[in-house]
T-cell receptor
Framework: GAVVSQHPSWVICKSGTSVKIECRSLDFQATTMFWYRQFPKQSLMLMATSNEGSKATYEQGVEKDKFLINHASLTLSTLTVTSAHPEDSSFYIC???????????FGPGTRLTVT | SQQGEEDPQALSIQEGENATMNCSYKTSINNLQWYRQNSGRGLVHLILIRSNEREKHSGRLRVTLDTSKKSSSLLITASRAADTASYFCATLDTGRRALTFGSGTRLQVQP
């Protein structure tokens, strides 16, 4: 299957700082990318859907000013957690989706710890 | 989007036994997928079953889908210690392109 990478794989930052996470589709063009968040021992919750060249669509309850998503090209989407707080500590996973039949390929995840 | 439910939440079995996990969902779907996640790691895609299919096999995995009951089951036969992980069902709902994940089952296979 296709390969999706995330960088960094883990990051520790201080409260109030911003952190950027990159999601890249390495061998195919992803018209749509998704960002999920997973708290310990819980399932994945969709945060937002990003389409190349347009604004992201956020799920209810997700603050778009706090979680900035940019999908600048067909192979790269970024999630920036702004003014991070300890409650933002979580596992963030992206997935990339090509055209029909819309198979999704998941990145390995980024562990964010805010101190 | 509302998540589906999986049961059991946790399952502990001995190596060699079969493990069955169930998933229920609420919407109309295009397909249902099962994923495995080792602790703190990314997702591994296991199997996809389309809405017009009732059963699918892949190695030691058997998945069933009952769209009238909006439920699916994942059977892992002859389990191994390496099967220890969390297992999630995920539905591709009609009209959406994002997956909706179930609550997950934590499987522990004792050697």
């Amino acid at each position: 299957g296709a390969v999706v990478s995330q960088h960094p794989s883990w990051v520790i930052c201080k409260s109030g700082t911003s952190v950027k996470i990159e999601c890249r589709s390495l061998d195919f063009q992803a018209t749509t990318m998704f960002w999920y968040r997973q708290f310990p021992k819980q399932s994945l919750m969709l945060m937002a859907t990003s389409n190349e060249g347009s604004k992201a669509t956020y799920e209810q309850g997700v603050e778009k000013d706090k979680f900035l998503i940019n999908h600048a090209s067909l192979t790269l989407s970024t999630l920036t957690v702004t003014s991070a707080h300890p409650e933002d500590s979580s596992f963030y996973i992206c997935s990339a989706q090509g055209d029909y039949p819309y198979e999704q390929y998941f990145g390995p995840g980024t562990r964010l710890t805010v101190t | 989007s509302q998540q589906g439910e999986e049961d059991p939440q946790a399952l502990s079995i001995q190596e060699g036994e079969n493990a069955t996990m169930n998933c229920s969902y609420k919407t109309s779907i295009n397909n249902l997928q099962w994923y495995r996640q080792n602790s703190g790691r990314g997702l591994v895609h296991l199997i996809l079953i389309r809405s017009n299919e009732r059963e699918k096999h892949s190695g030691r995995l058997r998945v069933t889908l009952d769209t009238s009951k909006k439920s699916s089951s994942l059977l892992i036969t002859a389990s191994r210690a390496a099967d220890t992980a969390s297992y999630f069902c995920a539905t591709l709902d009609t009209g959406r392109r994002a997956l909706t994940f179930g609550s997950g089952t934590r499987l522990q296979v004792q050697p």
